[in-house]
């Protein structure tokens, strides 16, 4: 009887509808104000994939202790003004490096064991010190921004997550500050960001002592000079469970003194070139056993919670960027006279500006949140890492590229810096996940969770007795969504006054955005996971509805507090969650639109025409030289 007068389960193979009846509105529809118990993951992307707001993440907006904040601006304005007046990006780049001069000034300073505890030779800075000091090299040299990077976010980040302590006494002091750079090697020819293409393998020797390592590491930051790498192999383990071999993944820390460790010429880059690059082999290498990381066959672990924890200072050094490009922007609009007015009064030239404001600003104030959360203790921030990387470096991209041609031909020459952020900034989309595959690896992650309560539900209600409160959750919010209504999503108590009107706006995309994910689990199943162009648009989505959370806590933090940048924040939030709200709108409408799969089919077809026919399909217009095999190849 329950079944039938509160919803209506009808099952698609592995997948089920929830159709709610009129009778179960009056007695479930009403706002849920607190998340559910029974939902543990307190990350506040993965639980809108659910249609739930858990704000403790975000709002109240993060702020670090006054003694925090002082230990910040003890550290960072001696380095700030030493990077500024004493570092030569332009030199760097021509010499493949800083000079020696600056990087030993930068060991000194304890630049590159910044995080390392004390007791491993680091200054022990917490992730918010970090990050400011990514936003400050950021805003002068992205390329030796990736050279301490690279060092510190991920060549030694293995070793204090995941190293017993003998491998942290041994190895962190050496790379925090004994001038010993480290590498993180995992790339290769045909393993990017699938980690389980590895082909680099390590076998055990018989006594048990050591292992034979063999293979070969592509684009490895900072290879050509690394004393200390982080290796990911191949080996031969024992299944837990049935006790046959298998295959998985090790981590290994290699020290290029060991026999057989060589290395191959810098790579010749687009950009980042004092950041150097590259291929690392292994031929009949020895490592200790004592050296396995993290343990035999968890390699795979090992890699991904290393470049996790890496991805949190992308956003830094992206803000900084940007707050430069920015800069000579608005000093060119200020000046520029054309057609007998200033280029600032021209509505286009608003338009540009204004929006790269909004986008450096967005991504701020997701990097400080994240940030802010880790100095915390919070661990469920994977999604939101991912968020703000894809978020910041294709911000980053777009920002320099507009104040380029802001400033026209100006912009284009090499004395005004813009040309080389632009070379420098573009692998960030590649680096640490591309965004490509990170837009998955976020959509996929929080439709997994809003999966999970789908099976729940389909369990609970072969037994409705029995789990009747989890039924009345799972029907109040879909009747609330049917309707229209926000599913409980109120921000009024977290934004001020001045901005509920968007939070409105960012209610109603939570609540659009919910409802789509589950459509599309229903209409999929597991199918899903297969659905590339839905999985792209929703991740689109969640990357907009967390960017207008992000501003709305910061922008209530300065309103609240009388900042004197309060008016132009309130500016930017009601700006940045009118667009978002659109884009998510359009982009759920568009993924619900009966053609929009056989729209990507075409776009399929397409694609594949262009491969079988390794480019361009269509000949020259008119036909000009049919004949002539060699038109349209390079």
């Known amino acids: 009887m329950l079944r039938q007068s509160t919803q209506v389960i009808i099952r698609y193979g592995n997948s089920l509808r929830v159709t709610p009846s009129i009778r179960f509105l009056s007695a479930v529809a009403q706002p849920v104000q607190q998340p559910e118990a029974d939902i543990q993951n307190t990350s506040f992307v993965t639980n809108i994939f659910r249609g739930n707001v858990v704000p403790t993440h975000v709002f109240p907006y993060p702020e670090p202790a006054e003694e925090q904040k002082e230990m910040i601006h003890d550290l960072m304005n001696p380095i700030y003004r030493f990077l500024r007046f004493e570092h030569n990006p332009a030199v760097a780049e021509e010499n493949g490096r800083a000079d020696q001069e600056t990087l030993d000034a930068m060991w000194k300073m304890g630049i590159f064991g910044m995080t390392a505890p004390e007791e491993y030779g680091g200054l022990g800075a917490n992730s918010t010190t970090y990050v400011t000091f990514a936003d400050a090299i ?266 380029i041609q802001i400033l026209g031909g100006n912009g284009y020459m090499k004395e005004m810096r813009l040309e080389k952020f632009l070379r420098d900034v573009r692998v960030f989309r590649i680096f640490e996940g591309a965004n490509d595959v990170m837009r998955m690896f976020i959509t996929l992650k929080g439709i997994k969770f809003a999966g999970e309560q789908l099976k729940e539900l389909q369990q609970a209600v072969e037994n409705p007795t029995a789990n009747l409160s989890l039924i009345l959750k799972a029907g109040s919010r879909r009747v609330a969504r049917s309707l229209g209504i926000q599913n409980g999503i109120d921000l009024s108590e977290y934004v001020v006054n001045p901005l509920q009107e968007s939070a409105r706006k960012f209610s109603e995309s939570v609540n659009i955005f919910a409802k789509s994910v589950e459509s599309n689990l229903i209409l999929h199943g597991k199918g899903i996971v297969q659905q590339q162009f839905t999985l792209k648009r929703l991740a689109d989505c969640i990357i907009d509805i967390y960017a207008m959370a992000c501003v709305l806590s910061r922008a209530s933090r300065a309103i609240e507090r009388k900042l004197p940048t309060a008016e132009h924040e309130f500016l930017m939030a009601v700006a940045w969650c009118t667009e978002a709200n659109e884009r998510v709108c359009f982009n759920i409408k568009q993924i619900s639109k009966g053609h929009f799969l056989e729209h990507c089919n075409i776009l399929t077809q397409i694609a594949k025409n262009v491969c079988d026919g390794e480019g361009v399909v269509q000949p020259l217009p008119l036909e000009l030289l049919r004949d002539n095999p060699i038109v349209g190849t390079t």
């Open 138 to 403: 950021g805003a002068i040299d992205l390329g030796l921004g990736a050279y301490i990077g690279a060092h510190q976010c991920i060549g030694w980040k293995g070793i204090l997550l995941h190293g017993t302590e003998q491998q942290k006494h041994k190895y962190l002091p050496r790379a925090t500050n004994g001038k010993t750079l480290a590498a993180f090697a995992l790339t290769e020819p045909g393993a990017g960001s699938d980690i389980s293409s590895v082909k680099t393998r390590a076998v055990k020797s018989s006594c048990g002592m050591y292992y034979t390592l063999n293979g070969s590491k592509l684009w490895i930051s900072g290879g050509n000079e690394a004393g200390i790498f982080t290796v990911i192999a191949q080996t031969e383990v024992l299944h837990p469970e049935t006790g046959e071999k298998q295959d998985a993944l090790t981590a290994f820390i290699v020290e290029r003194a060991f026999e057989g460790v060589s290395t191959g010429e810098p790579e010749k880059k687009m950009g980042i070139a004092a950041s150097g690059t590259a291929a690392i082999y292994f031929d009949d290498v020895r490592v200790p056993i004592e050296n396995v990381l993290g343990g035999e066959g968890n390699g795979f672990k090992v890699a991904v919670t290393t470049l996790n924890n890496g991805r949190f200072a992308i956003g830094g050094s992206m803000s900084g960027m940007m707050r430069t490009c920015i800069q000579k922007a608005a000093q060119h609009a200020n000046k520029r006279i054309q057609f007998g007015r200033k280029i600032k009064e021209f509505g286009n030239v608003q338009e540009k500006l204004a929006r790269m404001a909004m986008l450096q600003y967005v991504s701020q104030s997701m990097t400080y949140v994240i940030v802010g959360n880790i100095d915390a203790g919070v661990c469920d921030n994977q999604l939101e890492m991912a968020i703000s990387k894809i978020f910041s470096t294709e911000a980053a991209f777009f920002v320099c590229d507009e104040a």
